[in-house]
Nanobody, 124 residues
Framework: QVQLVESGGGLVQVGGSLRLSCAAS????????MGWFRQAPGKEREFVAS????????QYADSTKGRFGISRDYAKNTVYLQMTNLKPEDTAVYYC?????????????????WGQGTPVTVSS
């Protein structure tokens, strides 16, 4: 059983930064692709970023490319999402997800494990 626990969400002003963390339990973390998704009120869940085994392969949504950075720390079993230059449209609940395969993916259906989410609110 893999458990994912997100933290780091909160209220931030436009142009500000936040770093989200996702602590993973279970040995599968070391051989799993990981991702971040988000869901704004009244909208469908959307892909944010993904990172593959070893951290050398990453994938970003067009809306987050250049502003967000995904990374992983194997020693801490943690995936991070560094968010900069935040915009009001980044307001959402952010979810960490893990998959059994090694590579990246932008499809939620490719992920097997999900965290409970952490809310991010960007105020203008």
């Amino acid at each position: 059983q893999v458990q994912l626990v997100e933290s780091g969400g909160g209220l931030v002003q436009v142009g500000g930064s936040l770093r989200l963390s996702c602590a993973a339990s279970g040995r599968t973390f070391s051989s799993a692709g990981m991702g971040w998704f988000r869901q704004a009120p009244g909208k469908e869940r959307e892909f944010v970023a993904s990172i593959g085994l070893g951290g050398s392969s990453t994938q970003y949504a067009d809306s987050t490319k250049g502003r967000f950075g995904i990374s992983r720390d194997y020693a801490k079993n943690t995936v991070y999402l560094q968010m900069t230059n935040l915009k009001p449209e980044d307001t959402a609940v952010y979810y960490c997800a893990g998959r059994s395969s090694l590579g990246t993916s932008s499809y939620g259906s490719d992920y097997d494990y999900w965290g409970q989410g952490t809310p991010v609110t960007v105020s203008s």
